[in-house]
Structure formats: structure tokens, C-alpha cells
């Protein structure tokens, strides 16, 4: 694995004398490649078993009429319609202390501007509460596994910190094909990043009147 032959020729690497720019340049980039999973529900790690209805691969995300109309469906590649710029939601009371917990109230905010949201069904006519203490992750993500009743029973998403690093994890590791689409909408969300964290730092030393 070469994965591992290179961290152990960088384990070594404990005296900083040796860690020269030189040394620096030999190493594989992929040392620096920031990407994780997010397992918002707990679940087992386990193979896709699509008789049980688990699957791990993209989920596009497509607003419906209504909060119970949107689709989350399975896709065999990165579209447009699976990146994920936020993420926000919360728990439901029932069980609060259970090692399985069920997800609520769902905030999608995607990478091309649209925002879903999704409720727990009947949470008018049932004493099952949704927690008021939200969670939230920002950067870009896809959804990677997904199953729902009443509640959300299965959420695991994938994801990085930025655009840039989104695509250096697409690059090294065998994921999924990003579509063209997709390819398009990460290059014009990292210029618009790009051109925002400029305008901010220019504000910050009081060069924007």
C-alpha cells in the first residue's frame, strides 16, 4: 500500500534537522490532502447492500414542492447536484441518550445556491420533540449514505475544507468521476472564495473604503 510506505518513510522524519526544503520537496503531496467522513448518525461500517437499502456512493440533492417532496437519490457520479456547501441540523428528543440517533430537522445549503430543508414528518401531531441545540459543518461535501422514514434514520457525508481540497482528495484517491458540471461549479465556487477572502483581507487592513 502506498499509503502507508509513505508514512512510514515520513514517520522517521522525528528530528527536525532532517526535514530540510529539500526533503520537503520529495514527499508525496498526498501527505497534505485534507479529506473526512462525517457520520452524523451512527451506523457499521459495512459494504453497500442494496436489499437492505444501504448504499455508499454520491446522493444528488433536488428540491421538491415541499419539505417532504425533496430527492435525495443515488448517483454514479459527482454531479453538480451532490455538492454540499453546508450542513445544518439537529436531533430528535426521543432517546436522547441512545447510541443510534435519529436526525430531525435537516438544513441543506448547496454549492450552487439552493437551500432544502427537511422536518421530521407529523412533528405537529407527535410528543417526539426536535432538539433546539443545532449542529453544523461548512466546507464542501456529498452525502454518501442515506436512508429516511419519519425521521432520518442513515446520514454519512464525505467532504473537505474547501473547493481545492475537495478536488486534490478527487485526484489522489479512486472516488467517483466528477461530471463535467460538477468540475464547473467547484473551479467558479473556488474563484468566488478566492476573490471573497481577498476583499475580506484587504478590509481588515483598510484598503476598501
Given amino acids: 500500500d502506498e499509503a502507508m510506505q509513505e508514512f512510514d518513510r515520513t514517520r522517521i522524519l522525528s528530528d527536525t534537522r532532517l526535514i530540510t526544503p529539500r526533503m520537503l520537496k520529495m514527499l508525496d503531496k498526498a501527505i497534505g490532502v485534507q479529506f473526512s467522513d462525517f457520520y452524523i448518525t451512527n451506523m457499521i461500517e459495512e459494504g453497500s447492500d442494496p436489499k437492505e437499502g444501504i448504499l455508499y456512493q454520491p446522493y444528488q440533492v433536488k428540491k421538491g414542492s415541499t419539505s417532504r417532496g425533496h ?110 458540471g460538477a468540475k464547473n461549479l467547484l473551479r467558479a465556487f473556488s474563484k468566488l472564495s478566492e476573490k471573497k477572502a481577498q476583499m475580506e483581507s484587504a478590509m481588515r487592513h483598510g484598503l476598501v473604503m
Fill in 71 to 180: 430527492q435525495i437519490k443515488p448517483s454514479a457520479f459527482v454531479t453538480k447536484d451532490c455538492l454540499i456547501r453546508r450542513i445544518t441540523w439537529r436531533y430528535t428528543d426521543l432517546l436522547p441518550n441512545s447510541s443510534e440517533p435519529r436526525v430531525g430537522y435537516l438544513r441543506i445549503e448547496m454549492l450552487h445556491g439552493e437551500v432544502i430543508e427537511i422536518s421530521r414528518a407529523g412533528i405537529k401531531e407527535t410528543t417526539i420533540a426536535v432538539s433546539e441545540i443545532e449542529h453544523e459543518i461548512v466546507g464542501v461535501f456529498i452525502i454518501t449514505s442515506f436512508k429516511m422514514s419519519s425521521d432520518i434514520l442513515r446520514l454519512r457525508v464525505c467532504g473537505s475544507q474547501s473547493p481545492e481540497k475537495f478536488n486534490d482528495a478527487f485526484d489522489y484517491y479512486s472516488l467517483w468521476d466528477l461530471s463535467r
